[in-house]
T-cell receptor
Framework: EAGVAQSPRYKIIEKRQSVAFWCNPI?????LYWYQQILGQGPKLLIQ????????DSQLPKDRFSAERLKGVDSTLKIQPAKLEDSAVYLC?????????????FGPGTRLLVL | GNSVTQMEGPVTLSEEAFLTINCTYT??????LFWYVQYPGEGLQLLLK?????DKGSNKGFEATYRKETTSFHLEKGSVQVSDSAVYFC???????????FGKGTMLLVSP
């Protein structure tokens, strides 16, 4: 079974530029998550989708971050404009369903450096 | 709110030593508890989980017991290998909600 795919793996941009990340979840997984992992910290949830609807985006900085999941499969996360503090690893995860006992499967992440 | 506290690293051990990584949590209701592992340059992988009090999760020689009375979920392994070198994250979800709350992670370094 193929895992969660993410691209690009690495991205370097200057502040105020825009950047987009792509995620393809495990086939058949209805729930998709985007996490931000700052160096030395645990991942923090940015947004959760159930199929193509948003379940939780309470920690998404909506003035600069946006995400969509068209057709309930692939997802893109965009930052516009980027700030220095956005430098982090952006992790995508998926699970079959939403729920406290569901296992989330993570992709390899996209490492973003903002200069 | 929910929170997870892990012991600070790095934890440095020799091969075949006994490992304990402490994890305590604060949560409402009846959380599920997880240990994830992150190898260098890779994403997080689920190592083990426990969904109710007194459950023991185990995988690849690692184990952790869900202790509600002490709100703890300590990770243990009897004999570590060099290949176990990684960052270990303790995490929880509240019943009915799948949002993971992570600790800061503990780096484990195992030398031959």
């Amino acid at each position: 079974e193929a895992g969660v795919a993410q691209s690009p793996r690495y991205k370097i941009i200057e502040k105020r530029q825009s950047v987009a990340f792509w995620c393809n979840p495990i086939s058949g997984h209805a729930t998709l998550y985007w996490y931000q992992q700052i160096l030395g910290q645990g991942p923090k949830l940015l947004i959760q989708f159930q199929n193509n609807g948003v379940v939780d985006d309470s920690q998404l900085p909506k003035d600069r971050f946006s995400a969509e999941r068209l057709k309930g499969v692939d997802s893109t996360l965009k930052i516009q404009p980027a700030k220095l503090e956005d430098s982090a690893v952006y992790l995508c995860a998926s699970s079959i369903l939403a729920g406290g006992r569901e296992t989330q499967y993570f992709g390899p992440g996209t490492r973003l450096l903002v200069l | 709110g929910n929170s997870v506290t892990q012991m600070e690293g790095p934890v440095t051990l020799s091969e075949e030593a006994f490992l304990t990584i402490n994890c305590t949590y604060t949560a409402t209701g009846y959380p599920s508890l997880f240990w994830y592992v992150q190898y260098p340059g890779e994403g997080l992988q689920l190592l083990l989980k426990a969904t109710k009090a007194d459950d023991k999760g185990s995988n690849k020689g690692f184990e952790a017991t869900y202790r509600k009375e002490t709100t703890s979920f300590h990770l243990e392994k009897g004999s570590v290998q060099v290949s176990d070198s990684a960052v270990y994250f303790c995490a929880l979800t509240n019943s009915g909600y799948s949002t993971l709350t992570f600790g800061k992670g503990t780096m484990l370094l195992v030398s031959p």
